[in-house]
């Protein structure tokens, strides 16, 4: 651990657990545009990660796939509806992989909608609010003490993607799971959602447009627009966490809903549907609420 300090340090990184994050995108760039550059970059790039974060991931992963099966196997009615849904408008598929625009759900063979697969397995996933959960801080970065949580509710996304796209391998799926949590990480260090009363979700679904947009082979500029558009027109407010000490279906379905917000928003785009560009630094949407005045970025 001192040889990873000290080689962190040389390398301007103070902490050895955050020595991989070394890409600042800075405020005066469009940074949805340079966020959908990097992830393709970083799932399509041969450089080994270290063993031990990928084992961390294996791990979340196979707890998430747990919960959500768990969630199921007791007929909890969030997931069960969700997933009723979906084979609602699947066609049969064993055997084969999904054809694109398609995924399956936790315990079926039936190809359904990618977005219809992923709201029911992330909601499953998230039922019982028993896995990962992520505080978003970084004492190296001003402002970078947000303190946002988010959950490890995300991975469904990377596995509809890896069904449909015989390019992603077991390998590129770790990877995108990984940037995933890294992206949402450093929203959560810096946009502190439920001070607004918007729901955290918000950070998940973002990641999730970007990762699922660079694994089916959209552009960075389409990915600019999927984050656009979700940005724009599916913003949860947190009113599904005020009901006393009875959780609703709401509470599994937020993440659930913006999951496959973000995956409409992305087929959408790759469809040429333009959203709004430079999303964060469009001084009319949602992240311009964290600003310290009107002239900030």
Known sequence: RQIQARRAQRRGVSDPERAFATIQISRNHNQALELGKYAIRFLNEEKKLCPRVIAKVMLLHADA???????????????????????????????????????????????????????????????????????????????????????????????????????????????????IDEIRGRLCEIFSLKKHRIDHVVHGGVASAIVYGALTDATPEQIESAIGILSSHYVPFRASRSVGKELSNSESGAAAFIAESAVLSVKRSMRGFVGPRDIFRNREALWKMFTDDEGGD
């Not at 996933?125 to 978003?136: I, M, P, Q």
């Open 65 to 179: 796939v747990v919960c959500g099966l768990s969630a199921l196997a007791a007929k909890t009615l969030g997931p069960c509806v969700l997933k009723e849904e979906a084979l609602n408008l699947g066609v049969k598929g064993r055997g084969q992989r999904c054809r694109p625009g398609y995924a399956q759900c936790f315990g079926s063979f039936f190809q359904v909608p990618s977005e219809k697969a992923v709201a029911a397995n992330v909601c499953a996933v998230r039922e019982w609010n028993a896995n990962a959960t992520l505080l978003g801080y970084n004492r190296n970065l001003p402002g970078g003490g947000a303190g946002e949580p988010s959950h490890a509710d995300f991975y469904p996304v990377v596995i509809a993607a890896a069904q449909q796209n015989p390019k992603v391998d077991g390998k590129i799926a770790l990877r995108a799971m990984l940037l």
